[in-house]
């Protein structure tokens, strides 16, 4: 008996209320833990278990029902990213793109700070080299560079088929693997970290997001390309929303706090435009999949709404 996409009652439209609510209540509660119960030199909790509990526990269930909705749902069967004309989700596609190129520059400057750190030594054996440059965190930040380029020039296409209603990006199905790879090499330096995952909240957090994101780009990669996206289709709505709130929940309070509350950011872990401009436009596709999904028709309109 066919389980996915076979519950009429499972409304997609839904989730997208549920996720703009999720964003400020968990933004609230992280700038509230972020001010009160954590040591932001050092990152670690300084007490507010319950509030942690609390917080952890409302983000999994949120992304838990994103997931459950998005999978039961018979409306996930339909969901279409492109051709879609949305000129908020290209406009959101370009400025990503450009937090990109910034995440290029400061990758690279990140991977020349660690090399300059290195001893001659390390590099006399080509294989002791090798490991050296990746528990340094040397080679995958300059790789996270490295992506962020082609990542940002395949999101540039995306939005401009989002701009014009087209769907150039199904012929670039190379190029769709490049936010993959940023994103995994992202996960990559935060693991040559040498800290406590769980003690340090924003260190657990992003690893969390950072799964979520290469998922979600695994989707949309496959779903643009029209490789197997028949089967994958309900997973666009589902770990879009749960990235986008996990990485503006976030952002948003490191970005409050940097801008009016003083030293309450630790500096190992600052607002990162990438991942908040990231977390907006996952957001934006999630709600073109939704609305392609619940509209019998799908007539464009000058402001980017799907009527």
């Excluded at 995306?158 to 190029?175: E, P, R, T, W």
Aim: hydrophobic share 55%; net charge positive.
């Amino acid at each position: 008996m066919k389980i996915k996409n076979s519950n009429d009652k499972f409304i997609l439209s839904l989730l997208g209320p549920v996720a703009y609510g999720s964003v400020l209540l968990l933004s609230v509660l992280r700038c509230f833990q972020m001010v009160k119960f954590i040591d932001s030199t050092t990152g670690f909790f300084i007490g507010g278990a319950w509030l942690k509990v609390l917080l952890y526990s409302l983000l999994a269930i949120v992304c838990l029902a994103f997931i459950i909705i998005s999978y039961f749902s018979s409306q996930s069967a339909k969901v279409e990213v492109l051709p879609f004309k949305n000129s908020v989700a290209g406009a959101l596609g370009i400025v990503f793109s450009l937090a990109l190129v910034y995440d290029f520059f400061a990758s690279l400057g990140e991977s020349a700070a660690l090399l300059s750190g290195l001893s001659a030594g390390a590099f006399y054996n080509s294989k002791d080299a090798f490991k050296v440059l990746m528990a340094s965190g040397t080679l995958p930040y300059a790789m996270q560079g490295f992506f962020a380029v082609f990542s940002a020039i395949y999101i540039v296409i995306v939005s401009k088929d989002f701009f014009k209603g087209s769907n150039n990006a199904y012929k670039h199905k190379i190029l769709a693997l490049a936010p993959i790879c940023w994103s995994a090499f992202k996960i990559i330096t935060r693991f040559v970290k040498q800290i406590s995952y769980i003690k340090v909240s924003d260190l657990f957090l992003e690893l969390i997001m950072l799964a979520f994101m290469i998922l979600f780009f695994v989707t949309l990669s496959q779903v643009l390309s029209g490789v197997y996206s028949d089967d994958t289709r309900w997973r666009i709505p589902a770990l879009g929303f749960s990235s986008a709130v996990i990485a503006l929940s976030l952002n948003i309070p490191r970005l409050i706090l940097t801008l009016f509350g003083g030293n309450f950011v630790n500096a190992e872990y600052p607002f990162s435009p990438a991942d908040a401009l990231f977390g907006l436009f996952a957001f934006a596709v999630s709600l073109i999949a939704i609305k392609s999904a619940t509209s019998d028709k799908q007539p464009i309109d000058n402001t980017g709404v799907i009527n």
